[in-house]
C-alpha cells in the first residue's frame, strides 16, 4: 500500500452560500493540513476549477446556491473539462432516496452528505478519496 499523500499539498473548494458553513469546513480542512479555499457561488467554482493548470483537487459542493445551482455547477464542470475533480454534494434540502442515487450515479460525485455534516465523517472521506493522512501536530 503506497504511503498516504501529505494533506498540504491538497487544495479544496468549499462553495456555500452559508458563511457559517463556509467557516466550519474551512476550519476542519486546515486542521486536516488542507489548503481551503471557499467561495459563496458556484460560479467562481466554475472559472476557478476549469482554469488551465487549475490545482483544485476536490470540490465540496452545496446544492442550494444562488444563480447557478448545484446541479448546473455540477453539470457545467463535467461539461468544461473538470470531471475528473472528485466531488462532494451537500445540501440542506429535503432530498429523496432517488434523488440521492441520481446525484452519486454523476461521474464526479464521491460522496453525499446531509447537513448538518458531522465534519468528522467529512475530513474522513475527504483524507478516504485523496489518499491523505492529517498531519501530526506536536502538543
Same mark, same amino acid.
Given at each position: 500500500?503506497?504511503?498516504?499523500?501529505?494533506?498540504?499539498? %491538497?487544495? $479544496?473548494?468549499?462553495?456555500?452560500?452559508?458563511?457559517?458553513?463556509? &467557516? /466550519?469546513?474551512? +476550519?476542519? *480542512?486546515?486542521?486536516? #493540513?488542507?489548503?481551503?479555499?471557499?467561495?459563496?457561488?458556484?460560479? %467562481?467554482? $466554475?472559472?476557478?476549477?476549469?482554469?488551465?493548470?487549475?490545482?483544485? &483537487? /476536490?470540490?465540496? +459542493?452545496? *446544492?442550494?446556491?444562488? #444563480?447557478?445551482?448545484?446541479?448546473?455547477?455540477?453539470?457545467?464542470?463535467?461539461?468544461?473539462?473538470?470531471?475528473?475533480?472528485?466531488?462532494?454534494?451537500?445540501?440542506?434540502?429535503?432530498?429523496?432516496?432517488?434523488?440521492?442515487?441520481?446525484?452519486?450515479?454523476?461521474?464526479?460525485?464521491?460522496?453525499?452528505?446531509?447537513?448538518?455534516?458531522?465534519?468528522?465523517?467529512?475530513?474522513?472521506?475527504?483524507?478516504?478519496?485523496?489518499?491523505?493522512?492529517?498531519?501530526?501536530?506536536?502538543?
Amino acid at each position: 500500500m503506497p504511503a498516504a499523500a501529505d494533506p498540504r499539498t %491538497k487544495t $479544496i473548494l468549499v462553495v456555500d452560500d452559508d458563511v457559517t458553513i463556509l &467557516d /466550519l469546513f474551512e +476550519l476542519s *480542512l486546515v486542521r486536516q #493540513g488542507f489548503n481551503a479555499m471557499r467561495l459563496p457561488s458556484g460560479e %467562481k467554482a $466554475i472559472q476557478i476549477a476549469t482554469r488551465k493548470g487549475s490545482m483544485v &483537487d /476536490l470540490i465540496i +459542493l452545496d *446544492l442550494m446556491l444562488p #444563480g447557478k445551482d448545484g446541479s448546473e455547477v455540477l453539470k457545467e464542470l463535467q461539461n468544461r473539462g473538470a470531471s475528473s475533480i472528485p466531488i462532494f454534494v451537500v445540501t440542506a434540502k429535503a432530498v429523496t432516496p432517488e434523488d440521492i442515487r441520481k446525484i452519486k450515479a454523476e461521474p464526479n460525485v464521491k460522496a453525499f452528505f446531509q447537513k448538518p455534516v458531522d465534519v468528522k465523517d467529512l475530513s474522513a472521506k475527504v483524507h478516504e478519496v485523496l489518499g491523505t493522512a492529517p498531519i501530526r501536530r506536536s502538543s
